[in-house]
């Protein structure tokens, strides 16, 4: 749950990971099935059909295929180190670019071209969407924000120094599981940090907030 459509890419999180968890299987048969093929007869044929094909192969493992993810995991790197301005921004761009996505989905990778004021990211043609690592992304930034360490041993949520960006002032998190716990929280964006509130709590899960 968030205030503004800006926002909503945090709400469908769950909606758009389903997803991707549906076309998943269908695309891990798909390039088993691909990938047998091409050896067959790359292995059949030798000689100048295995050397086109595995300079092919090459070139397609050179592309940066998971740049989204790359961007989420130096973003939450910033943040452990205490960079929090530079982790807002990285978070800031991504947002803004999903904004301009179909159905909010984040593809693999876009363009690397200079931002137009009013315009999206330019599309890589052969990107998929949805793409499984990039609809991660949302949830790496959400941990990001709110330095979730959960604790399953000690049955203990911590929260380090949560923070929010400018344009997100309240995100409610219902269902955090755990171990045998469920945990309700409201972060709320404040001058010096973000404030957090158990709004329900069904187990003996403790929750810390550390500054």
């Given at each position: 749950?968030?205030?503004?459509?800006?926002?909503?890419?945090?709400s469908?999180?769950?909606?758009?990971?389903?997803?991707?968890?549906?076309?998943?299987?269908?695309?891990?048969?798909?390039?088993?099935?691909?990938?047998?093929?091409?050896g067959?007869?790359t292995?059949?044929?030798r000689g100048l059909?295995?050397?086109?094909?595995?300079?092919?192969?090459?070139?397609?493992?050179?592309?940066?295929?998971?740049?989204?993810?790359?961007?989420?995991i130096?973003?939450?790197?910033?943040?452990?180190?205490?960079?929090t301005?530079?982790?807002?921004?990285l978070?800031?761009?991504?947002?803004?670019?999903?904004?301009h996505?179909?159905?909010?989905?984040?593809?693999?990778?876009?363009?690397?071209?200079?931002?137009?004021?009013?315009?999206?990211?330019?599309?890589y043609?052969?990107?998929?969407s949805p793409?499984?690592?990039a609809?991660g992304?949302?949830?790496?930034?959400?941990?990001?924000?709110?330095?979730?360490?959960p604790d399953?041993?000690?049955?203990?949520?911590?929260?380090?120094?949560p923070?929010?960006?400018?344009?997100l002032?309240?995100?409610?998190?219902?269902?955090?599981?755990?171990?045998?716990?469920?945990?309700?929280?409201?972060?709320?964006?404040?001058?010096?940090g973000?404030?957090?509130?158990?709004?329900?709590?069904?187990?003996?899960?403790?929750?810390?907030?550390r500054?």
């Amino acid at each position: 749950m968030a205030e503004t459509p800006a926002t909503l890419l945090f709400s469908s999180a769950p909606r758009l990971s389903a997803q991707a968890q549906q076309i998943a299987p269908a695309a891990t048969l798909l390039g088993v099935a691909g990938g047998t093929i091409v050896g067959l007869v790359t292995g059949y044929f030798r000689g100048l059909v295995d050397e086109a094909m595995s300079r092919i192969t090459d070139a397609l493992l050179a592309l940066p295929l998971i740049i989204i993810a790359v961007t989420a995991i130096a973003a939450l790197g910033l943040r452990r180190y205490g960079a929090t301005e530079p982790f807002v921004a990285l978070c800031t761009g991504l947002v803004e670019a999903a904004l301009h996505c179909d159905g909010l989905r984040v593809p693999e990778l876009f363009c690397g071209f200079p931002r137009l004021p009013g315009f999206g990211p330019t599309r890589y043609p052969v990107a998929c969407s949805p793409q499984a690592w990039a609809t991660g992304v949302v949830f790496h930034l959400l941990q990001g924000m709110l330095g979730l360490c959960p604790d399953a041993r000690d049955n203990r949520l911590t929260l380090v120094d949560p923070v929010l960006p400018p344009w997100l002032s309240w995100i409610e998190l219902h269902g955090l599981r755990l171990g045998d716990s469920s945990i309700d929280l409201l972060v709320s964006r404040g001058r010096h940090g973000a404030a957090v509130e158990v709004l329900d709590r069904r187990g003996a899960a403790e929750v810390i907030v550390r500054r």
